[in-house]
C-alpha cells in the first residue's frame, strides 16, 4: 500500500509539473525583433518606425493574448544587407524573436526574406515599398505601401490636368525603378510622352540632375527620392528655378516627407503628390496620433514610416488576438490575410492574396497651415491595390 | 552647356579648398592623413550650430569654421599626429583612420544622422539668367569667388613672403632646409592647422552642396585622394587643376550620362595617372 501510494503521489507531483511548465511557456514573453536603420543616411526612418511602435505599445499595452511583448531593436545602419540578414539570423536564433520586423529599404527586406522562409517566422514589414517584397518569402506581410499604388493616381492626375511632357527623376533602386515604370506606363497610355533619368543610392548629387530636367523643358518633374532626401531636391529645385520656367514639381509622398517637409521653407509649396499618409489627414483617429507622437517625442511629427510601424504593431495585436498568443508562422499568415481596420491613415486592408496593403491613395499639396507646411489632400482614390490598380 | 561647365567650376574650387591642406601636409613631412575630411566636417557643423542654434548671420559663420578647425587641427597636430611623424605609413594610415571613425561617431552622437540643411541668406540663393542655356548659380559664383581669393592668397603667401619661401624650402628637401636652420616642426604646426582650417571653411561652404552628414570624411575621402594624387603635392598649381578636371568631370559626367556619372571620376584619375604619374605638375620623385 505505501508503495502504491508514493507512486500515486509521483505521477501526481509529475503531472503538475507538466502542467505547471506548460502554462509557463504560455506566459513566455514574445519577442519581436525590429530591424531597421538608427545610424547612417536613413536614421529617420528608423526613428520614426521606433517612435511609432514604443507609441503602440504605450497606448495598447505591452500584453496581448495573455503574452507580454518584447521589442528588440536593432540598427542595420541602412546601407549595408549583409547586417541586416545577419541581425535577423542573430534575432530569431540567439534572442529566440518570433517576429522579425520594420526593414527600412527594399534591399534590406530581400536580405532577410529567405532568413524568415528558413525559419518560418513571421516578417512585418513596415517601410520598404517595393512591389515585389512579399512574394519574396511567404511569410511577408506589409503595412507600408508599394510604389506602384502610390504613383499611379498623380500620373493620372498630371494627364487630366494638361500635362504633356513629365522629366522622371527617382533614385536607382527598387521603389524608384517601381515609381518610374508605373509612371512612365500609365502616363503614355493617357497620350503623355516622358522623358528622364536615375540619381544613385549612395552619395547622391541632385544638381546636374535637376538642371537637366529643365534643360529637357517639361510640363513638370516627377521625383521619388528615399524618405528623408526630399529636402536636397527641393533645394535644387528651387535655386535653379525651376518653378519660375513654368515648371511644376509632382511626385510621391517620399519628396515631402512629413518629417522634414516644415524645414524645406516656401520652396515646397505647391508641390503636389499622392501618397497614402499626411500628418494633416483630417480624421480622429490620426489627430489623436499625430498628438500623442508629438508629444512623446518631442515634437516630432510623424512621417509616413511612422504610420507603416504602428500599424505594423496594430497587425501582430490583432493576429495574436486570433491565433490565442502564438506567432507559429503559417497561422501568423493566414490570421492576417483578409485583416481591415481602422488606422490613423484610413481604412487600411491587407490583401489575402498578396498579404500587401490596399487603401485610399490621396493627391496633397503642400500649404502653409497655421504657419507651418503640410500635405494638404484634396482628392482620393478608394482602395487602390498595391500594383496601383 | 555653359552652366554645367559653371556648376563644375563651382564644385572644383570647392574641392581644391578641401584638399589642399591634405596637398601640402603630405608634401611636406610625407604624412598620410585620412583625417583631413574630419576637419571638413567639423567645419560644417560648427557653421550649422552657429547658424541654426544661435542665428549667427552665415558670413561670420565662415571665419568662425575657420579658426574652430584650425585651432582643433593644431591641438591634434601637437598632442596626437606629431608623435607618429616619423612612423611607417601604415601606422599613420590605421592612426588617421581611427580619427575619422571617431569623428564620425562623435558627430551623429551630438548632431545627429541626418543630413544638414541650412537656409541661404536670400542674397546667395537663386540663379541669374546671362543668356539662352546659361544660368548662373548666385551661391556658386559666390564659392569660386571665395575660393578664388583665397587661392591668391596662398599664392601671394608662398612666393613673396618668408614663411613661403621657408615651406617651399622643406617641401623640396626637409633635411636640407633643416640643416639651414629652418623650424620645420614650427613651419609643419602652423600650415596644418592652416591646412585643417580651409578644410573647415570649405565644409561650411559646402553645406550647401556637399551634404553634409556623419559620412562626410569617408563619403569624400576618395576625392581628396584623387585631387592629391592627380594634383601632385606641394604646389597649388597641381590640385587646382586636378580639382577642377575633377569637378567638370563629375558634374558634367552625371549630366550627360547620368548611367554611369558616378564612374567618370574614377577613369579620368587612372587616365591622368597613366599619363603622368608623378602628378599634373609634379616633378618626378627624388628622395
Known amino acids: ?389 | 552647356m555653359l552652366t554645367v561647365l559653371f556648376d563644375g567650376i563651382a564644385t572644383g574650387a570647392l574641392l581644391f579648398m578641401l584638399a589642399l591642406g591634405l596637398s601640402v601636409t603630405l608634401g611636406i613631412m610625407n604624412f598620410v592623413n585620412l583625417a583631413h575630411g574630419a576637419f571638413a566636417m567639423l567645419g560644417g557643423y560648427v557653421a550649422v550650430v552657429l547658424l541654426k542654434g544661435w542665428g549667427v548671420p552665415l558670413l561670420w559663420c565662415l571665419p568662425a569654421a575657420f579658426l574652430i578647425s584650425a585651432a582643433v587641427g593644431m591641438v591634434l597636430e601637437r598632442t596626437l599626429y606629431s608623435r607618429l611623424y616619423g612612423a611607417s605609413p601604415l601606422d599613420q594610415v590605421l592612426f588617421t583612420i581611427g580619427i575619422v571613425f571617431a569623428s564620425m561617431a562623435m558627430a551623429s552622437y551630438f548632431m545627429g544622422a541626418q543630413h544638414q540643411i541650412i537656409q541661404l541668406p536670400p542674397f546667395l540663393g537663386g540663379q541669374f539668367h546671362v543668356f539662352a542655356g546659361f544660368d548662373v548659380g548666385v551661391y556658386r559664383l559666390f564659392l569660386i569667388v571665395v575660393c578664388g581669393l583665397i587661392a591668391l592668397l596662398l599664392h601671394i603667401m608662398l612666393t613673396r613672403t618668408r614663411f613661403g619661401s621657408q615651406l617651399r624650402a622643406s617641401v623640396d628637401n626637409a633635411r636640407v632646409a633643416r640643416g639651414m636652420g629652418i623650424d620645420v616642426d614650427r613651419l609643419f604646426a602652423i600650415t596644418f592647422a592652416v591646412g585643417s582650417g580651409l578644410a573647415g571653411l570649405a565644409g561650411a561652404l559646402g553645406i550647401e552642396i556637399l551634404d553634409l552628414d556623419p559620412t562626410f570624411p569617408v563619403k569624400f575621402m576618395v576625392y581628396f585622394l584623387i585631387v592629391v594624387a592627380v594634383g601632385g603635392t606641394g604646389t597649388l598649381g597641381g590640385p587646382l587643376a586636378a580639382s577642377l578636371v575633377l569637378g567638370i568631370c563629375d558634374v558634367a559626367g552625371k549630366y550627360y550620362i547620368s548611367e554611369v556619372g558616378a564612374f567618370i571620376i574614377y577613369t579620368v584619375m587612372v587616365v591622368m595617372l597613366i599619363v603622368r604619374p608623378q602628378g599634373l605638375f609634379g616633378r618626378p620623385a627624388v628622395r
Do not use: C
Open chain 1, 1 to 389: 500500500m505505501k508503495i502504491g501510494f508514493s507512486l500515486h503521489a509521483t505521477l501526481v507531483a509529475v503531472a503538475m509539473v507538466a502542467l505547471l511548465s506548460s502554462g509557463a511557456s504560455a506566459q513566455q514573453p514574445l519577442k519581436i525583433g525590429l530591424i531597421v536603420p538608427m545610424t547612417g543616411p536613413f536614421a529617420s526612418t528608423g526613428k520614426q518606425v521606433d517612435a511609432a511602435v514604443n507609441l503602440y505599445l504605450a497606448e495598447h499595452g505591452d500584453v496581448v493574448a495573455g503574452r507580454k511583448i518584447e521589442v528588440l531593436l536593432r540598427d542595420d545602419t541602412g546601407i549595408a544587407p549583409e547586417t541586416t540578414k545577419r541581425l535577423a539570423q542573430e534575432l530569431i536564433t540567439n534572442d529566440h524573436a518570433e517576429i522579425i520586423a520594420g526593414f527600412g529599404l527594399t534591399p534590406l527586406a530581400f536580405a532577410a526574406a529567405p532568413v524568415a522562409t528558413e525559419a518560418k517566422t513571421p516578417m512585418v514589414v513596415m517601410a520598404a515599398g517595393t512591389l515585389v517584397i512579399p512574394q519574396k518569402s511567404p511569410y511577408i506581410v506589409r503595412t507600408s505601401f508599394a510604389l506602384p499604388q502610390q504613383t499611379a493616381p498623380i500620373a493620372l492626375w498630371a494627364a487630366k490636368h494638361g500635362m504633356k511632357k513629365v522629366y522622371t527623376l527617382v533614385t536607382e533602386y527598387g521603389p524608384g525603378i517601381d515609381a518610374e515604370t508605373t509612371f512612365k506606363t500609365v502616363f503614355t497610355a493617357s497620350g503623355g510622352t516622358v522623358d528622364g533619368a536615375r540619381v544613385p543610392l549612395h552619395n547622391p548629387d541632385y544638381a546636374p540632375f535637376i538642371q537637366r530636367a529643365k534643360d529637357d523643358k517639361p510640363d513638370a518633374v516627377f521625383i521619388f527620392v528615399p524618405s528623408g532626401e526630399g529636402s536636397a531636391v527641393m533645394k535644387q529645385f528651387a535655386e535653379r528655378g525651376l518653378a519660375k520656367a513654368g515648371i511644376k514639381l509632382i511626385g510621391t509622398g517620399d519628396v515631402v516627407d512629413d518629417d522634414i517637409l516644415d524645414s524645406m521653407g516656401d520652396s515646397a509649396l505647391g508641390t503636389i503628390t499622392s501618397h497614402f499618409y499626411s500628418a494633416a489627414h483630417p480624421s480622429a483617429e490620426n489627430k489623436a496620433f499625430v498628438a500623442a507622437f508629438e508629444k512623446a517625442n518631442g515634437g516630432m511629427r510623424p512621417n509616413f514610416m511612422a504610420v507603416g510601424g504602428y500599424d505594423g504593431m496594430a497587425l501582430i495585436y490583432q493576429v495574436l488576438k486570433k491565433t490565442g498568443g502564438s506567432a507559429d508562422g503559417d497561422k501568423f499568415i493566414a490570421a492576417a490575410e483578409g485583416l481591415s481596420w481602422t488606422s490613423p491613415r484610413g481604412k487600411i486592408t491587407i490583401d489575402p492574396e498578396t498579404r500587401d496593403v490596399v487603401q485610399d491613395v490621396y493627391l496633397r499639396k503642400v500649404e502653409r497651415v497655421n504657419g507651418h507646411l503640410y500635405n494638404v489632400e484634396f482628392d482620393r482614390v478608394r482602395d487602390v491595390h498595391p500594383d496601383g490598380k
